[in-house]
C-alpha cells in the first residue's frame, strides 16, 4: 500500500512563526502536492514538485515555500504563520501527471494547523 | 474561471438505499474526472474515475456517470452501508498537467 505520512496531526502555532509542515511518502513517486482544505472551499492547491528540487506554484500559494531535497519528502514553509493560515493541510503523492487515465493521487491524513 | 461545484452540501439517506451524488463543472476541456471520499479525520481516498470520452464507468457497488453536454458528473453507490458516510469530493482537471480542480465537497450520512 502507499503510504504518505504527515508528521503531525495537530498544530498549534503563534503569528509570526515560522512552521515547517513535512511529508514523506514510500512509493518512490515523482510527484508530490500540497494542498490547503477549509469549509466551503475545498482542496486548493499551494505548491506541486514532480521532481527533486523542482517545485510550481498551485492557486495559492503566497505566504508559503517548500523544499524537496530528497524524492520522498516535500515539506511546506509558512514563513511567517498568519491567523489566515489556519487550516487543515493535506500532502499527496503520484507516480506521474494527474491527468493521465491510470494515475491518481494518494493523501496522507492531514495537518489540522491553528496559528493564534 | 474553472470550478467544479455540487449541488447538495448534505445528502442523507437510509442503509440500503441508493445514493446519488452530483457535481457539476465548468472547464469543457477537462479530460477527466476522479471521485474522492474523505472520512472524518484522514485524507481524501480515490474511489473511481473516468475519462471524457466515456459516459458511465462501474467499480465496486459505485457507478460514475458523465454527461458532457451539461457539463455534469454523478457518483451513484448502490445499498449504501454505514461506513460509506463521508464526505465525496469530485475533480476534474484543470489547465496544466498537474492541476485537479476540486469541487468543495457534499457529506453523506447514512443512517442505520
Known amino acids: 500500500d502507499v503510504k504518505v505520512t504527515q508528521s503531525s496531526r495537530y498544530l498549534v502555532k503563534r503569528t509570526g512563526e515560522k512552521v515547517f509542515l513535512e511529508c514523506v511518502q514510500d512509493?518512490?513517486?515523482?510527484?508530490m502536492f500540497w494542498y490547503r482544505q477549509d469549509p466551503g472551499l475545498g482542496l486548493r492547491l499551494i505548491y506541486f514538485?514532480?521532481?527533486?528540487?523542482?517545485?510550481e506554484k498551485g492557486d495559492i500559494p503566497e505566504g508559503y515555500s517548500v523544499s524537496r531535497e530528497k524524492k520522498e519528502r516535500f515539506s511546506l514553509i509558512l514563513e511567517s504563520a498568519s491567523t489566515n493560515q489556519t487550516s487543515m493541510y493535506l500532502c499527496?503523492?503520484?507516480?506521474?501527471?494527474?491527468?493521465?487515465?491510470?494515475?491518481?493521487?494518494?493523501f496522507g491524513q492531514g495537518t489540522r494547523l491553528t496559528v493564534v | 474561471g474553472e470550478s467544479v461545484g455540487l449541488h447538495l452540501p448534505t445528502l442523507s439517506v437510509q442503509e440500503g438505499d441508493n445514493s446519488i451524488i452530483n457535481c457539476a463543472y465548468s472547464?469543457?476541456?477537462?479530460?477527466?474526472f476522479i471521485w474522492y471520499k474523505q472520512e472524518s479525520g484522514k485524507g481524501p481516498q480515490f474511489i473511481i474515475d473516468?475519462?471524457?470520452?466515456?459516459d458511465k464507468r462501474q467499480g465496486q457497488r459505485v457507478t460514475v456517470l458523465l454527461n458532457k453536454t451539461v457539463k455534469h458528473l454523478s457518483l451513484q453507490i448502490a445499498a449504501t452501508q454505514p461506513g460509506d458516510s463521508a464526505v465525496y469530493f469530485c475533480?476534474?482537471?484543470?489547465?496544466?498537467?498537474?492541476?485537479?480542480?476540486f469541487g468543495t465537497g457534499t457529506r453523506l450520512l447514512v443512517s442505520p
Open positions: 473516468i475519462r471524457s470520452n466515456m
Open positions: 499527496a503523492s503520484s507516480p506521474g501527471p494527474l491527468n493521465r487515465w491510470d494515475t491518481e493521487a494518494f
Open positions: 472547464n469543457s476541456a477537462s479530460d477527466y
Open positions: 475533480a476534474e482537471t484543470g489547465t496544466g498537467f498537474q492541476k485537479l480542480v
Open positions: 514538485s514532480y521532481d527533486v528540487k523542482m517545485k
Open positions: 512509493m518512490d513517486h515523482e510527484n
